[in-house]
Nanobody
Framework: QVELVESGGGLVQAGGSLRLSCAAS????????MGWFRQAPGKEREFVAA????????KYADSVKGRFTISRDNAKNTLYLQMNTLNPEDTALYYC???????????????????WGQGTQVTVSS
């Protein structure tokens, strides 16, 4: 069974930082684009960031550019999202995702995953 399991969410004050992790099991995604989405209450799920299979290229939503950093460790089959300077508008359920249909893809956007995690809650207080 293939799973993406997120961790690292929590409650943080505005201006603080969190690091999300996403551990994959059941198969490797080391040859695939991976990324993060988020969904705030009452809003649609939105793209946050994506990373090429080898980490050589990244793409960010404008709302997080310069504050968030996506990275991956293929040896550990793990994806990360370092989030700095958090603000209340970042409050959401954060999902890890992967697109297994393209191998060694060079482009990372648009990012259309076919595997999703269950999400980890990030709450930023003002």
């Amino acid at each position: 069974q293939v799973e993406l399991v997120e961790s690292g969410g929590g409650l943080v004050q505005a201006g603080g930082s969190l690091r999300l992790s996403c551990a994959a099991s059941g198969r490797t995604f080391s040859r695939n684009v991976m990324g993060w989405f988020r969904q705030a209450p009452g809003k649609e799920r939105e793209f946050v960031a994506a990373i090429r299979w080898n980490g050589g290229y990244t793409k960010y939503a404008d709302s997080v550019k310069g504050r968030f950093t996506i990275s991956r460790d293929n040896a550990k089959n793990t994806l990360y999202l370092q989030m700095n300077t958090l603000n209340p508008e970042d409050t959401a359920l954060y999902y890890c995702a992967a697109d297994s249909r393209r191998l060694y893809g060079t482009s990372v956007y648009p990012f259309e995953p076919n595997y999703w995690g269950q999400g980890t809650q990030v709450t930023v207080s003002s």
